[in-house]
T-cell receptor, first 115, second 112 residues
Framework: GAGVSQTPSNKVTEKGKYVELRCDPISGHTALYWYRQSLGQGPEFLIYFQGTGAADDSGLPNDRFFAVRPEGSVSTLKIQRTERGDSAVYLC?????????????FGQGTRLTVV | DQQVKQNSPSLSVQEGRISILNCDYT??????FLWYKKYPAEGPTFLISISSIKDKNEDGRFTVFLNKSAKHLSLHIVPSQPGDSAVYFCAAGGTSYGKLTFGQGTILTVHP
């Protein structure tokens, strides 16, 4: 596709369940980012990948959160034992590389609701 | 610790007038800055960026100004159009690392 694609667009899950959120970046983009946006706030950094490896995972809030990008393209954000506080829009972005003049393109997000 | 702050939650402007959105930051390690625009149910879209070695960057109706000594940047939109109505986020990054730090956003409403 032409842009960053995220699936599902909406996910409702029960507290304590496991969820996976998928991101398909723009073809050829080596850098991939996950952000989380709560109501009334700006996107909050979670993790970014350069190729297959996590270059910076300092934003993951705790060990219930994990992300992979095994072939350097599609990425999956995994959340174990979900809590109501995990409810947010999870945004994925990709870019050709990192730094100035390497614009990050965002997907439309996955709205996660934990009930 | 909010390293990037947008202190105005909302701004209302008449069509044709100038819109000025402001952003402050605290981390001296940031060396480039960006503005993103977001419509409901869509991801943020890139608008304009500026390197810390410059104090102004212009692209059509959009101009970003950077005042490094004050750790302040602003986005000017002139003339404003109703289609500019959206949430605007400023973001900051460093050339040595990939993540962006975003402000809380400012809701811009441009009235016809």
């Amino acid at each position: 596709g032409a842009g960053v694609s995220q699936t599902p667009s909406n996910k409702v899950t029960e507290k304590g369940k496991y969820v996976e959120l998928r991101c398909d970046p723009i073809s050829g983009h080596t850098a991939l980012y996950w952000y989380r946006q709560s109501l009334g706030q700006g996107p909050e950094f979670l993790i970014y990948f350069q190729g297959t490896g996590a270059a910076d995972d300092s934003g993951l809030p705790n060990d219930r959160f994990f992300a992979v990008r095994p072939e350097g393209s599609v990425s999956t954000l995994k959340i174990q034992r979900t809590e109501r506080g995990d409810s947010a829009v999870y945004l994925c972005a990709s870019s050709l590389s990192v730094g100035l003049n390497t614009e990050a393109f965002f997907g439309q997000g996955t709205r996660l609701t934990v009930v | 610790d909010q390293q990037v702050k947008q202190n105005s939650p909302s701004l209302s402007v008449q069509e044709g007038r100038i819109s000025i959105l402001n952003c402050d930051y605290t981390n001296s390690m940031f060396d480039y800055f960006l503005w993103y625009k977001k419509y409901p149910a869509e991801g943020p879209t890139f608008l304009i960026s500026i390197s810390s070695i410059k104090d102004k960057n212009e692209d059509g109706r959009f101009t970003v100004f950077l005042n490094k000594s004050a750790k302040h940047l602003s986005l000017h939109i002139v003339p404003s159009q109703p289609g500019d109505s959206a949430v605007y986020f400023c973001a900051a990054g460093g050339t040595s690392y990939g993540k962006l730090t975003f402000g809380q956003g400012t809701i811009l409403t441009v009235h016809p």
